[in-house]
Every structure is written in C-alpha cells, then in structure tokens.
T-cell receptor, first 114, second 110 residues
C-alpha cells in the first residue's frame, strides 16, 4: 500500500467549467476526508465519509460541490461552474476505524481557475 | 476569535538551534492534539499526537500540551535544514474532524 493517492496532481480550468478529482485512500481505512487549503492557510474541512456514507459536510461545501464514495472505496469531489475563488489545494485524507488519531493525507490536487 | 491560533512566521533559525512552535485554542472540548509537517507542494504528514497535558517526546521532537492554558507547543532540538517546512497544529474534539491552525513556516539555514 503506497498511501493515499490523488489524481490529478494539478488541474487548470476555465471559470464556469466543471472539474472532478479522485482520491484512493489506504485500503484498510474506512474513513475518508476532503479538505481545502489556500495559500498561507491551514487545511479547512469540507466533508467526511465513513464507508460509503457521507456523515458530515462543512458550510464551505456550497451546492456547487458534490462528493461521493461509491462502495466505500475511492472518492470523487466534483466542483460545478468553477469560480476563481475555488482555486486551492484539495486534500484527501483517510483514517482507520479503531482509535487512530490523525489522518494520512495525500499529496493533494492543485486547482487553478483562470 | 478563531478556534485555533498559530503564528504564521516565517521563523528563521540557524542549523542546530532549538525551535519552539506554538498554538493556542479556544474550545476546551478539544481532546486530541497533533502536529503535522508540510513540505512545499505536498500533503501534511503526521509528526506527533497527544491527548493529555504534559510532554511527549519522539527523537528530536517534543510535543507539549497545557490544557489549563489551552496552549500547545512543538520543540525541535538540533534543527536541520531538512526540517524546513510548514508546521501545522491540529486539534480534534474527540474522534471527529480536525481543526488546523494556519501553519508556521520554518526555515533552518545551514
């Protein structure tokens, strides 16, 4: 197991386009998290899955954002009608079920909206 | 007041110095405290976690928590140029999502 994988690493898109990111967590982890990080800031929580169930969503997650985790394996994060303010690093993390404090993060997908 | 406050730095030190990084938090419900290291263009990696007041040591790193003051610290002894990164404190109210500080950029010069 090589850790948490995210694809693509970089994405440049025009304003108004839709984008989709993928995250493959560590295989034995049943919890998966999406965070967003802008320059000079710490990661901000977006949403959280336990297996295939989306259990928590941040108010940062507007209706243009949707996340899925079919079959409790990989997850996708889609942003519709992208805006320049969506430019950020999107980080995925996973953790196990038993008290396993702290997450394992992927390297992130850097989104630039032009 | 933000839930977690952290001085963004940058903090510049010479190689071999002792580094002190700090965060304060406002919610006494926070139970678990972590430090992550983030290199440029990489995701954060977990350095240390603790859930009680006191010190926890791991090699050159010592994490300190003072719940009465709502203050956490990370000390790095014998700092190396490879320690140059952004250090993020993260706090967790039970087994739930993490709240991060802004991160402190550390630069260790040879």
């Amino acid at each position: 197991d090589t850790g948490v994988s995210q694809d693509p690493r970089h994405k440049i898109t025009k304003r108004g386009q839709n984008v989709t990111f993928r995250c493959d967590p560590i295989s034995e982890h049943n919890r998966l998290y999406w965070y967003r990080q802008t320059l000079g800031q710490g990661p901000e929580f977006l949403t959280y899955f336990q297996n295939e169930a989306q259990l928590e969503k941040s108010r940062l997650l507007s209706d243009r954002f949707s996340a899925e985790r079919p079959k409790g394996s990989f997850s996708t994060l889609e942003i519709q009608r992208t805006e320049q303010g969506d430019s950020a690093m999107y980080l995925c993390a996973s953790s196990g079920q038993v008290a396993d404090y702290g997450y394992t993060f992927g390297s992130g997908t850097r989104l630039t909206v032009v | 007041q933000k839930e977690v406050e952290q001085d963004p730095g940058p903090l510049s030190v010479p190689e071999g110095a002792i580094v002190s990084l700090n965060c304060t938090y406002s919610n006494s419900a926070f139970q678990y405290f972590m430090w992550y290291r983030q290199y440029s263009r990489k995701g954060p990696e977990l350095l240390m976690y603790t859930y009680s007041s006191g010190n926890k040591e791991d090699g050159r790193f010592t994490a300190q928590v003072d719940k009465s003051s709502k203050y956490i610290s990370l000390f790095i002894r014998d700092s190396q140029p490879s320690d140059s990164a952004t250090y993020l404190c993260a706090i967790q109210p039970g087994y739930s999502t993490l709240t991060f500080g802004k991160g402190t950029m550390l630069l260790v010069s040879p």
